[in-house]
């Protein structure tokens, strides 16, 4: 069912006879997907739609200024909204909270944080953050800065482990 944003506004899937206007923005490369932390349900689906559009480099993924970022030059990019993807060097926990770090020194390099409180929307589906150390992941959020640059993520389906 549908539901209010943050801002106020309605959520909605949307079609057009049989098209799924989501699915068909991001697959002519119109669109990012964001994943909602409360609306999970499609993302895979969103993310292969994506995936169709960067890989033919359709729409926005013909620009340099939406390319997938690399965690090693994100510095550049705090305060808008990302795709990284890379090696997570480490991953460990304190007080709750999850750290998914992509080099050496957490001072100043790239780190992806589930906070405390969106733990248990990995435990429900029986992941555990520290699993993705030595992975390749893409994640996709605000780029913000404390003590680096890090992308919080609300969910497993947040992250995409890249083969």
Not at 17 to 29: K, N, P, T, V, Y
Not at 36 to 63: H, I, M, Y
Not at 67 to 84: E, K, L, W
Request: proline letters at 7%; charged letters at 20%; a positive charge.
């Amino acid at each position: 069912p549908p539901k209010i944003d943050r801002h106020g506004r309605l959520r909605v899937q949307a079609f057009a006879g049989d098209q799924w206007i989501q699915a068909m923005l991001l697959s002519r490369g119109l669109a990012r997907v964001a994943i909602a932390p409360d609306r999970t349900e499609c993302a895979s689906e969103l993310f292969a739609a994506e995936a169709q559009a960067r890989s033919g480099r359709r729409g926005l993924w013909a620009a340099p200024a939406y390319a997938v970022r690399n965690p090693s030059n994100i510095r550049r990019d705090i305060g808008t909204f990302q795709i990284v993807e890379g090696r997570v060097l480490n991953a460990s926990m304190k007080n709750g909270r999850a750290y998914l770090n992509f080099g050496a020194d957490w001072h100043t390099d790239f780190t992806v944080i589930v906070d405390p409180q969106d733990m248990p929307n990995f435990r429900a589906l029986g992941v555990d953050p520290k699993s993705y150390a030595g992975q390749t992941i893409r994640v996709r959020g605000w780029v913000q800065w404390h003590y680096g640059p890090e992308i919080e993520v609300a969910n497993p389906q947040g992250i995409e482990v890249v083969p």
